[in-house]
């Protein structure tokens, strides 16, 4: 079984300054791990994702991410955060592997952008 | 192309009565699940199927909810009697798993308040 631990359940930051969303995960077999974000009054939707290869995984809006292996982290970062990211932010972990695998979810953060 | 759809957008019902909600997966996606989001709980998976089949319902709190899947494009939620517990948004996500990684495709939710 796997899990995820979003340790900040909520991140103020300056617009334009740069932020660091934290993820850890834990699991006893090799994962792919994903980041979606959710606007106001909206569904979760896809950031970015890393299954292979490079660790540092870019995605849209000009937010990356590292995979590092020995931390078990999969940090979300942007340098210049603008208003519209104001959103919650969600770190997931399945197995690795083709086919279904269970998606488990972290509890969220949500990053507040101020003007 | 559509990404998945929800109806309704938002419910108002009284506690004791019926509630349906409704969804329509991504064409093609042969996974589709259940989700609930609450402040005090987060996110949380209720029931899923595959290729229409109910494959693990134990999130589904308790007998007052069902879920359906009569074909590819079409699922519903139902909760009979509503208690102003299950006041939440409820999602509907469809995926279609491959070496790509499980990405799940959310819905807009389906803002549901029992008074």
């Known amino acids: 079984a796997q899990s995820v631990t979003q340790l900040d359940s909520q991140v103020p930051v300056f617009e334009e300054a740069p932020v660091e969303l934290r993820c850890n995960y834990s699991?006893?077999?090799?994962?792919?791990l994903f980041w979606y974000v959710q606007y106001p009054n909206q569904g979760l939707q896809l950031l970015l994702k890393?299954?292979?290869?490079?660790?540092l995984v870019k995605g849209i809006n000009g937010f990356e991410a590292e995979f590092n292996k020995s931390q078990t982290s999969f940090h979300l970062r942007k340098p210049s955060v603008h208003i519209s990211d104001t959103a919650e932010y969600f770190c997931?972990?399945?197995?690795?592997?083709?086919?279904?695998?269970?998606?488990?979810f972290g509890t969220g953060t949500k990053l507040q952008v101020i003007p | 192309d559509a990404g998945v759809i929800q109806s309704p957008r938002h419910e108002v019902t009284e506690m004791g009565q019926e509630v349906t909600l409704r969804c329509k997966p991504i064409?093609?996606?042969?996974?589709l699940f259940w989700y609930r989001q609450t402040m005090m709980r987060g996110l949380e998976l209720l029931i899923y199927?595959?290729?229409?089949?109910?494959?693990?319902d134990s999130g589904m709190p308790e007998d007052r909810f069902s879920a359906k899947m009569p074909n590819a494009s079409f699922s519903t939620l139902k909760i009979q009697p509503s208690e102003p517990r299950d006041s939440a948004v409820y999602f509907c996500?469809?995926?279609?798993?491959?070496?790509?990684?499980?990405?799940?495709?959310f819905g807009e939710g389906s803002w549901l308040t029992v008074v």
């Open positions: 699991s006893s077999v090799s994962v792919y």
């Open positions: 890393y299954l292979s290869g490079s660790t």
């Open positions: 199927f595959n290729n229409n089949v109910p494959i693990d």
């Open positions: 996500a469809s995926s279609l798993p491959g070496a790509g990684g499980n990405t799940i495709y």
């Open positions: 997931a972990v399945t197995p690795g592997g083709g086919g279904y695998q269970k998606v488990t």
């Open positions: 064409s093609g996606h042969d996974y």
